[in-house]
């Protein structure tokens, strides 16, 4: 594997928290930012961005809602975690908040074809004990493949940090970037990219990303959730883009958590 997910470590979280309350230290594996090239944002805007934390409410990785108890977020974030470790906070803006809502987590769904040695099948969801009282947002159908197409402008979004290896931004973020298309994707990343899992977004020159602290995230098409914050070389890198979790293809099992 040449990429890198985009989480962040919990061990360097709590490591920032302590010398700068400042959450999101990344961890030793890179990734995009919180949104690198992005501009500033509010739950207002977005209301289904979801924080993924610790049980301290240290934020370690994205989601988003899809219904009043339903979080789709990446596998790889919830790997080691158990529903007594995990919180889900919406609604809050800024990681130093303490505004919003505040759930646990009843139960935790990890795609069982998830494994860290390809990054694919990377998608998880996170059943709330309690409901968010935001406003949810679509998620595509299998059938949906057509949204996909090269140039489509993304929307994507999170708390991760600015710059590879930087720091976080403790406001959510938000940037466009455009879909690449699959062959010019695999030429970036080989056979480490698979393209019935994954997508490709991000500018030929770099510059505009997702990074560490913003894995699990949402990548929306027209509105709708398409993909999902995976991995990527880097941050921002020219001739790397971001890898996201292709939606489709999973969809029909996240319908079978949401409606469970």
């Known amino acids: 594997m040449s990429g890198f997910t985009r989480a962040r470590s919990a061990a360097l979280v709590l490591a920032s928290a302590a010398a700068a309350a400042v959450l999101a230290a990344p961890s030793a594996v890179a990734a995009p930012e919180p949104i690198v090239g992005g501009t500033t944002t509010t739950t207002s805007a977005y209301p289904f961005v979801m924080q993924i934390t610790d049980a301290s409410q240290n934020q370690f990785c994205g989601g988003t809602l899809v219904a009043p108890t339903k979080v789709v977020t990446?596998?790889?974030?919830?790997?080691?975690?158990?529903?007594?470790?995990?919180?889900?906070?919406?609604?809050?803006?800024?990681?130093?908040g303490t505004n919003g809502t505040v759930a646990k987590v009843s139960r935790i769904w990890v795609n069982p074809d998830y494994t860290d040695?390809?990054?694919?099948?990377?998608?998880?969801?996170?059943?709330?004990?309690?409901?968010?009282?935001y406003a949810p947002v679509k998620y595509v159908s299998a059938s949906d493949t057509g949204v996909y197409a090269t140039g489509a402008s993304a929307r994507i979004l999170g708390w991760?940090?600015?710059?590879?290896n930087g720091s976080s931004s403790n406001q959510l973020r938000t940037a466009t970037v455009p879909l690449v298309s699959d062959s010019s994707c695999r030429t970036s990343y080989g056979s480490d990219f698979v393209a019935s899992d994954m997508v490709c977004a991000?500018?030929?020159?770099g510059g505009v990303d997702t990074c560490q602290g913003d894995s699990g995230g949402p990548l929306l098409l027209g509105g709708v959730l398409a993909g999902i914050t995976s991995w990527g070389e880097g941050c921002?890198?020219?001739?790397?883009?971001?890898?996201?979790?292709?939606?489709?293809?999973?969809?029909?099992?996240?319908?079978?958590?949401?409606?469970?």
Do not use: I, K, W
């Open 74 to 96: 990446a596998a790889h974030c919830m790997v080691g975690e158990t529903t007594r470790s995990v919180r889900v906070v919406g609604g809050r803006t800024n990681l130093n």
């Open 117 to 133: 040695a390809t990054n694919g099948d990377d998608v998880a969801v996170l059943t709330l004990s309690t409901s968010m009282p």
């Open 160 to 164: 991760g940090t600015t710059r590879e």
């Open 202 to 205: 991000g500018l030929p020159s």
């Open 236 to 260: 921002a890198r020219a001739g790397y883009p971001g890898v996201y979790t292709r939606l489709t293809t999973f969809s029909g099992l996240v319908s079978a958590q949401v409606n469970s």
